[in-house]
Structures are given as structure tokens and as C-alpha cells.
């Protein structure tokens, strides 16, 4: 083997990386993006949950029905968003510390934020 094909080689390896990482990127950008639409529900519910109730509390009308429906839709929508964080996390290489939940590096032995032990 020659020199050219070696250099081809070593081209095409580093093509497929960079097509494997340009994938991760995009899944990770849509994973994002989902998320935010998903906060961005759960603020409107939480915004909804405190019209009503302040509707009861001024107009004195029975919005229990109404409120429950919104927690239902919150409940479902909460663990949409978990699963997208979870699916964003192993996208990064990362997972959630057991005691804070917040995001840490797969490498880690030591959460960073709170100190607990990851293994």
C-alpha cells in the first residue's frame, strides 16, 4: 500500500467520524429544541393553574374540574421533558447525579455539585 492510499484511508475513516459526530450533533440540537417546547407547555399550564385558581378565589366559582385536568396534562408533560433530559444527557455523555439530578460527566467518580459518590 502506498502512500496516497494510506492518506485515502485516513480521509475516509475521518469523513465517517465526522458524519457520526455531525449526527450527534443534530439529535442532540432536536433533543434541545424539544425540551424547550416542552418547558415552554409547562409554563403555560402553570400559568393556566394560577388563572383558575385565582378565577376561584375571585369570582368564587368552582374551577376544580378545570385545575385537575391542567395537573393531569402537567404530570404527562413533566415526564416527557425527564425523558428528553435523559435522552439529551447520553447524547453529551453524560447522567444525572442520583442525589442533586443534576448533570454530570459519565467519567466522573464525584458528583461536582453536591460531592456524592457516582459509583
Not at 480521509?11 to 450533533?25: L, M, P, R, T
Request: aromatic share 6%.
Amino acid at each position: 500500500m502506498d502512500i496516497f492510499d494510506q492518506i485515502s484511508q485516513e480521509a475516509q475513516k475521518a469523513g465517517e467520524f465526522i458524519v457520526e459526530k455531525a449526527g450527534v450533533v443534530k439529535d442532540y440540537t432536536v433533543a434541545t429544541w424539544n425540551a424547550a417546547e416542552l418547558r415552554n407547555k409547562i409554563n403555560a399550564l402553570y400559568k393556566a393553574i394560577g388563572k383558575a385558581v385565582y378565577k376561584a378565589h375571585t369570582e368564587e366559582i368552582d374551577t376544580a374540574e378545570e385545575i385537575n385536568g391542567y395537573i393531569e396534562e402537567l404530570t404527562v408533560l413533566k415526564e416527557a421533558l425527564s425523558e428528553k433530559e435523559e435522552e439529551r444527557q447520553l447524547l453529551k455523555n453524560q447522567k444525572a447525579c442520583m442525589t442533586c439530578g443534576k448533570a454530570v460527566s459519565k467519567k466522573n467518580s464525584f458528583c461536582p455539585h453536591c460531592g456524592a459518590n457516582l459509583k
